[in-house]
């Protein structure tokens, strides 16, 4: 890695802001993942450093990222990008993008078969909690045993990244399939 590589790395996992999302920085050297899955991309910032990381650790491969978010239907505009904009910030990166509109559950639903072997998933706080209690039912086809899931918490009162493995989002995905069966 060049001097300017791991300067930007050092200001992302020891400096950036916001804080909590330090965390994600410094599990994407240690992953390496080649394809991240990221629901509730917002502004799109976290998205370009997540790539901007993946790639500085996978140099001789295309990073695939995959961004579900509600772009033009969420209730308040300001707060995320259009999609078309999305997609050209994200393109930009070089990386092969996939950008999805949607809920957790309606995008999940339509592309977790496409979006097998997943590395890391991203998870968002600001996600529908309804949508995305049933959307755990998509998201074991999607990882593999040594794959990731941060879920962004903003309950207490510090932000903060939660990793579950994915032994942890089967029982998630079982405890939505049988509250679906419910339904």
């Known amino acids: 890695m060049n001097q300017t590589g791991f300067l930007n790395f050092a200001y ?53 990222y995959t961004g579900i978010d509600l772009f033009e239907a969420r209730s308040q505009v300001a707060t995320g990008l259009p999609l078309k904009e999305a997609h050209r910030r994200l393109k930009a990166t070089g990386a092969n993008i996939r950008v999805i509109p949607g809920d957790p559950l309606s995008a999940l639903a339509r592309t977790a078969n496409g979006l097998q072997g997943t590395d890391l998933m991203v998870i968002a706080a600001d996600q529908d909690t309804q949508s995305l209690t049933n959307a755990w039912f998509y998201v074991p086809r999607m990882l593999h045993e040594s794959s990731l899931v941060l879920l962004e918490d903003t309950s207490g009162s510090q932000q903060r990244f939660r990793k579950l493995t994915f032994g942890q989002v089967e029982k998630l995905a079982t405890s939505s399939a049988s509250t679906r069966r419910a339904a």
């Open 12 to 64: 992302l996992t020891l400096l950036s802001k916001p804080a909590h999302e330090r965390e994600v920085f410094r599990v994407i050297r240690q992953l390496t993942p080649a394809s991240i899955v990221e629901v509730g991309i917002g502004q799109g910032v976290r998205a370009c450093r997540m790539i901007a990381i993946a790639q500085r650790y996978r140099p001789d491969e295309q990073i695939r």
